[in-house]
């Protein structure tokens, strides 16, 4: 186990014959500053690119963004049954699947629509923990 941040935590499993390094992070808040974003982002690229391309990688974790309903050109990367909305912060994490060619699980399979939210309080409802492979 290696903690590389306050944000990030990689763990290395061998399950079989197949090494598998797990990441769990917790991207900066909506509202938090570009540049803070740019370097979370920044470490997760750095990191996730020098695993060896036999290791399985799987992300999980608190990603704070809605990577919404639409593909729009992320195939391969988005699996078409998304929640809501995409923001500013659904795109960077489309872009770093993209980048690393990883897939948001999450929207990989049709759930039933009152199971699509994983947070609701008041009129706050929300999707944004996501699992990607």
């Given at each position: 186990m290696?903690?590389v941040?306050?944000r990030?935590?990689?763990l290395k ?18 509202g ?9 982002w920044d470490?997760m690229?750095?990191?996730t690119?020098s695993?060896p391309?036999s290791q399985?990688?799987?992300?999980g974790?608190?990603?704070n ?6 593909v ?9 049954y ?6 500013a912060?659904g ?15 999450n ?7 009152n199971k699509?939210?994983i ?5 706050t ?7 990607l492979?």
């Amino acid at each position: 186990m290696k903690r590389v941040n306050e944000r990030i935590v990689c763990l290395k499993v061998l399950i079989g014959d197949k090494l598998v390094t797990c990441i769990c992070a917790c991207v900066p808040q909506t509202g938090r500053s570009p540049e803070e974003k740019d370097s979370f982002w920044d470490q997760m690229i750095s990191m996730t690119g020098s695993i060896p391309a036999s290791q399985l990688i799987v992300v999980g974790g608190d990603l704070n963004g809605h990577v919404g309903t639409n593909v729009d050109g992320y195939d391969g990367v988005h699996g078409r049954y998304g929640f809501g909305e995409r923001n500013a912060d659904g795109e960077w994490i489309l872009e770093f699947c993209d980048a690393m060619e990883l897939i948001v699980t999450n929207t990989c399979f049709k759930r039933q629509k009152n199971k699509l939210a994983i947070y609701v309080s008041g009129d706050t409802v929300s999707a944004i923990d996501y699992l990607l492979l």
